[in-house]
């Protein structure tokens, strides 16, 4: 009996210590303007020579998916995280562990429909985090606010609310970064820049839209920009 | 090494008893019956399963004043069950601050048949229905964090969510099923209508004439047994220059849409004046009246008012006798569903 004791004792260290051995592995996701990072309430100035302060950033990641140079594609399971720049824990996703390379990295900006049609979620969907619209059901996939002399809102506010689940203004984006070298390291650098928002695929001027609150139209062109604000920073 | 395992037995033994005292008592289900005939409900159970603990939580969420900012206004305020759950005698309700809705209340019933929420249908789930006017700044105007920390810090509330969901856990969810639950067992199927139907009464004669016509003039979008198709329509009703309110375009964007609003249910009309998606008819009479002579038409009215709807003098006083067959004094009198303490009847409140 004691010595049956003895002997899972030590296979429990053993597997405790095997586990160390594998690297825990991540992605941490970096906020820029630009060139320079991202700090909430500082005056900058983005692409289109507008100043403007931002106040939140905030944005749903899902769906994500390990690919290997075989194009294998390893799904995580059913996560859904809510990156927040005022919160810096936010911005790091933990990978579940494993020994196997890894050439690319998939994962959908927003929630998929499913998850906005089913009632009320819990955690970081859980509409108390604010990126919910309840009068028009749907989640806000990304937000950024702010300040800008550029706008003629009261206190000269910007608010972008960017979300649409249904046909006709889905905004749901599917991103795709390659791992340089093919070859993931511990902790993969994910470069998220504010001024695709601004001039991506078309120019969004502060001074002439400062606000986006619903589906349609002007929430698809941002997010046709901020769908480019990814990038992988070069170890 | 015999009392080793004995002494182990004993100890599992002993430890399962000890859990099994500890385990929160079961809730005990409720079981949802579907009135005869009626179709198979939107509503999907098993992702919330009926318990008289979760009917309790959601009737003490459904009349608690602290939902709403100033902690002044609870769901029944504006959803007053001797009005079958609308505001009585108000074409705009009450927000908090003096303030005014912008649009009539429906009625509460049978929304375990309905899937889409709000005069635009903009909310697709019951349980999301309730956040619109807990967090609208002009209805209840509370924020759903300081909701959470309200019932969070109430004794009686983290007994009541332990009761019905097994553990103490307090969050969004379970606030809208527990409201979803006591919402869902209002069921209005008791009229004299529903008693004529089953073969247990019988109508008189300005009745039964006033159901021919109905048949023949109002149940292609009112439909029985709901008298809803639910589906958004265009009636006829001008833009109202305040509200400026576009109905279901407001939610779709498609210009199609503009002016359609949600086909109402007609069950308990007598009791749900007044009228129209923004209250704007006063009684049955005026929303006739528009039907046959004030209808505005235009391109996306529905297309069986090419005509409006001609109704004579006669006509409207036997459809009048008719819609009264619809009024159900079982449901709203049904103590399951009265506000704790509160008196039957029209109460002062506030004004």
Redesign the interface.
């Known amino acids: 009996m004691k010595h049956l004791l003895q002997y899972i004792l030590l296979l429990c260290l053993g597997l405790s210590a095997c586990s160390e051995v594998q690297a825990q592995k991540s992605i941490s996701f970096q906020h820029f303007v630009g060139n320079q990072p991202l700090v909430l309430e500082d005056s900058i100035k983005n692409g289109n020579a507008e100043i403007l302060v931002v106040r939140r950033f905030k944005y749903y990641v899902s769906n994500l998916v390990l690919i290997d140079a075989q194009g294998n594609r390893q799904s995580l399971p059913d996560t859904y995280y809510l990156i927040n720049e005022a919160e810096p824990n936010s911005k790091k996703i933990i990978l579940p562990n494993s020994n196997k390379n890894y050439s690319a990295i998939e994962f959908v900006l927003g929630v998929d429909s499913a998850r906005n049609c089913s009632g009320i979620q819990t955690g970081v969907l859980d509409p108390m985090q604010g990126m919910f619209w309840t009068w028009n059901t749907g989640y806000v996939f990304a937000k950024l606010e702010g300040s800008s002399p550029s706008s003629s809102l009261p206190a000269h506010a910007f608010t972008y609310h960017i979300g649409g689940f249904r046909t006709g203004e889905n905004v749901l984006k599917t991103i795709r970064l390659e791992i340089p070298g093919s070859s993931l390291p511990n902790d993969l650098q994910v470069k998220v820049d504010i001024n695709a928002w601004f001039s991506g695929n078309s120019s969004l001027l502060i001074a002439e839209r400062p606000v986006c609150h619903s589906p349609g139209n002007l929430a698809m062109k941002i997010a046709a920009n901020y769908a480019q604000m990814f990038s992988i920073i070069q170890p | ?1 015999k009392k ?1 395992v004995i002494l182990g037995l004993a100890a599992m033994v002993l430890l399962v008893i000890i859990s099994w005292m500890n385990a929160p008592k079961k809730p005990h289900p409720i079981a949802f019956s579907i009135p005869k005939g009626w179709p198979k409900p939107a509503y999907d159970f098993k ?2 399963p009926l318990t008289e603990e979760g009917f309790a939580l959601g009737k003490k969420l459904f009349y608690d004043v602290r939902l709403s900012k100033d902690n002044s206004i609870s769901c029944g305020t504006c959803h007053q069950q001797f009005a079958a759950f609308t505001t009585f005698d108000h074409p705009l309700s009450h927000g908090i601050n003096n303030q005014q809705t912008t649009r009539n209340a429906p009625a509460l019933q049978n929304l375990a048949w309905q899937s889409n929420f ?1 005069a635009d249908g ?7 229905q309730p ?2 006017p ?3 700044e002009n209805e209840m105007a509370e ?3 300081n909701i ?1 920390a309200k019932i969070k810090a109430d004794k009686a509330y983290q007994t009541m969510f332990l009761a019905a969901y097994g553990d103490a856990t307090i ?3 379970r ?3 527990a409201l979803s639950q006591f919402m869902l067992l209002m069921i209005s199927s008791n009229s004299k209508y529903d008693k004529v139907m089953r073969g247990a009464d019988s109508f008189n004669l300005p009745e039964k004439l006033g159901y021919g016509i109905f048949q023949q003039k109002c149940a292609s979008c009112h439909p029985a047994p709901l008298f809803t198709d639910n589906q958004y329509r265009n009636a006829g009703l001008p833009l109202d220059d305040v509200l400026k309110d576009l109905g279901r375009m ?2 779709t ?1 498609q210009p199609a849409d503009s002016l359609k609003f949600r086909v109402p249910s007609l069950r308990n009309i007598a009791l749900t004046a007044p009228y129209g998606h923004d209250g704007r008819f006063f009684a049955l009479s005026n929303v006739f009246e528009h039907y046959r002579k004030q209808m505005v038409l235009g391109p996306t009215t529905d297309p069986q008012f090419s005509n409006r709807l001609p109704l004579s003098n006669f006509e409207i006083g036997q459809l009048k006798a008719f819609l009264n067959t619809l009024t159900d004094s079982v449901f709203i009198r049904d103590p399951r569903f009265s506000e704790p303490g509160a008196a039957a009847g029209p109460v002062n409140h506030g004004h």
């Open positions: 090494m080793t992702s919330n709000m903009g909310i697709t789930h019951l349980d999301l956040l619109a807990i967090t609208a924020s759903l964090e959470i969050n969004t969810q606030v809208g099923k407001r939610i964007n």
